[in-house]
Every structure is written in C-alpha cells, then in structure tokens.
C-alpha cells in the first residue's frame, strides 16, 4: 500500500507564492514520475507539472514560468513551488505518485485546496 500525504495549499492574494509538498511512504519498489494535478469546480482535472526519476520535467503551457517541480528521490518527495498567482491557479492540487517495476500504478494523495483571492 502506497501513502501520499501532502501539505502547504492555503489561501494567498494574487501575486502571491505558495509551496506545495508531497511525501510518499510505502512499498514503493521502483518510481518513474511524481507531480501534480488540479481540479478547478466545474472543470476536469489537469496536469500541473511532472517530474521524473531522471529529473526530466513538464509543465501546464498556464504554469510555465511561475511553477518551478522539483522532487528528492531519496526521501521519496516532490514539491511545487508556485508564484504569480493568479484567481485562475485556484483549485484543488493532488499529487499522484507513477510506481511499479513489472507492472505500474499510479497513487493519489486526498488534494489541497490553493485559493488564490483578494
């Protein structure tokens, strides 16, 4: 079983930053990519950024340039880093977890509210 636990979503002014992480524990034998999706009310969820073991990384064409991935594969962590908000950043973020070896899954933490509002 594969746990995601993540923390730092609030509510920040536009403008603002924010910093989100994401820790995975379990039995995790071998990582491809971590990162994170949102889901704004009324849309479908969206990929946020991706980073892989390699560090290879990718981003929403809406967050390039403002949201910076990284990720510590020893500590089995990844984080976001996000500035210049804008009211349209304003969703709910999970961080999802693409592991295996012989077969792959994908594990989901339970999401952070970001609300970006003055």
């Known amino acids: 079983q594969v746990h995601l636990v993540e923390s730092g979503g609030g509510l920040v002014q536009p403008g603002g930053s924010l910093r989100l992480s994401c820790a995975a524990s379990g039995s995790i034998l071998s990582i491809n990519a971590m990162g994170w999706y949102r889901q704004a009310p009324g849309k479908q969820r969206e990929l946020v950024a991706v980073?892989?073991?390699?560090?290879?990384?990718d981003y929403a064409d809406s967050v390039k340039g403002r949201f910076t991935i990284s990720r510590d594969n020893a500590k089995n962590t990844v984080a976001l880093e996000m500035n210049s908000l804008k009211p349209e950043d304003t969703a709910l973020y999970y961080c999802?977890?693409?592991?295996?070896?012989?077969?792959?899954?994908?594990?989901w933490g339970q999401g952070t509210q970001v609300t970006v509002s003055s």
């Open positions: 980073i892989t073991t390699g560090g290879r990384t």
């Open positions: 999802f977890l693409n592991y295996g070896g012989s077969n792959w899954y994908v594990a």
